[in-house]
């Protein structure tokens, strides 16, 4: 028999990891992907920025240290992560190690020097992605995420060879990092790399560019935000780029973890349920009304929200439509925080109408995952959605969704017609206009549905089928990684 082929060996470099340390779901996909990676014969190892957190949350051990630039030596720490893939740190304190979070500080400001903490990170994923790496362990593909890894492929370009395979992964393209143009040398790239064909951007420098520009392969988080990239509306200033890496680029649909957000085994639930058992979801709404000070009423539909407050997310739709919708009557529930007018807005809305509108600003695990069991219908009418994982956790907890056709979510939510119900693929409510009008048809739509137990039912089993797990999306990087190295 011939030898069996060497793993695939993938360095992930990414600036956040749920449990440790998560804004959005960048977070996520670094938990899950890797670990699905691995489940499918990859040798993967998650690169890390060493945050209180993270030194805190992991035994690590030393392995290395190498040179960097203007900051002399800069140790390499290995770990494990709770889901047993294999980690590796970079520490250094004076950049890492401060109160606040990972890109904001305690006040909610910009860390003044992010250029520099995060061109640490980047550079030192292309160390150890090419020949002048201190570990024994090489990569064959340099995974890279959203901007703060960006700078990677570019100083990777400008080494010498050997060098891994590049892939840059857009998670959302609103945040770019962006810095002087100067920044660029500060941080150790040669005076070529500073003009068009390079970091610069419109007179500044930006790393996710600079990862768009010098990588091997370009993805994005769904197939329709690919193509939405590229043009004029979501291109972000950088759609002529991407439509000439076009042949680069390729929208792989992120996954869920199906283990943390199960409805049959979830410990933050009132009551298991599935699909064979969807009346159990009954006293979760039930206990989401109490928890949150609504009425119990168990025929009222209930309709929530689990996000970020910002004009991306299209909440001020919702705040728009308010009046006509309460009047129907529903109730609401809103969890999440962000931009203070909405904020609040939202609770004055709450406090407009007590016992219907309950609002909790910030996050709350437990009460995310009651949340999307307890509710009837999920609203999240999105401008613009690279993938959006929440209407996917709540297909899988049979929580219809309603949401505006863009991105991930027409990927994944099939709108309810005669025909799809008749079909068996309808999974909630799409509307095509991006306005308060639109979403309120969308949502009449749906309370027509959810008056017909049968149809509802039938809707919320749909969702609660489909196959949103990781090992999907693993496969198709897997393939992404093995083409990417033959085009080199």
Known sequence: MPPSPAPLKVLFATSEIYPLVKTGGLADVSASLPEALRTLGADVRVLLPGYPLVMKGLPTKWVAATGVFEFGEVRILSSVLPSGVPALVVDYPPLFQRDGGPYLDRHGHDWHDNAFRFGLLSRVAAILAGGQSPL????????????????????????????????????????????????????????ESMGMEGVEYYGEMSFLKAGLHYSDAITTVSPTYAREI???????????????????????LNGIDVRAWNPETDPHLAAPFGVKNLKAKAENKRALQETLGLKVNAKIPLLAVVSRLTHQKGQD?????????LKIPVQLALLGGGDKHLEQAFLGLEESHPGQVAVHIGYNEGLAHLTEAGADIFLMPSRFEPCGLNQMYSMHYGTPPVVYATGGLADTVVDCTPATLADDTATGFVFHTLTADGLMEAVRRALEVFKDKKAWQQLQQNGMKADFSWERSAAAYLDLYRKTIRRR
């Open 136 to 191: 024994d362990w090489r990569p064959d593909v340099l995974h890279c995420n959203d901007w703060q890894a960006g700078l990677a492929p570019a100083y990777l370009h400008y080494q010498p060879a050997p060098r891994a395979a590049t892939v840059m992964t857009l998670h959302n393209l609103a945040y770019q990092g962006i810095f002087p143009l100067g920044t660029a040398l500060k941080l150790g790239l040669p005076p």
């Open 230 to 252: 590229q043009t004029d509306a979501l291109g972000f200033g950088l759609q002529g780029l991407l439509q000439q890496r076009r042949e680069a680029l390729s929208g792989i």
């Open 317 to 325: 739709l919702i705040l728009e439509a308010a009046a006509e919708l």
